[in-house]
């Protein structure tokens, strides 16, 4: 059974706690751009990445980063995925 949008938002943000522990998830804005909310760099990007790969088995090549930007793009992206 697929996971609802709901538990996938808040795995993407435990996913994303782990690497930036500061962020606080009721400030998050789905729409804006999450290194920019979180203050990540490159390479905590990519590791944030990496981790939503190992958590939900879904490969995710490197022509598909531009349009992860959003927790919105993360999970939907992850949705279709998924389904």
Do not use: C
């Amino acid at each position: 059974m697929k996971p609802d949008r709901q538990t996938l938002v808040e795995t993407v943000v435990t996913l994303l706690r782990a690497i930036a522990p500061e962020v606080e998830p009721d400030t998050l804005e789905p729409e804006r751009p999450l290194r920019q909310q979180v203050d990540l760099d490159s390479m905590d990007w990519l590791n944030f990445l990496v981790s939503l790969h190992e958590r939900f088995g879904v490969n995710i090549p490197e022509a598909d980063y531009a349009g992860l930007v959003t927790l919105d793009n993360v999970v939907d992206y992850l949705q279709t995925r998924l389904a």
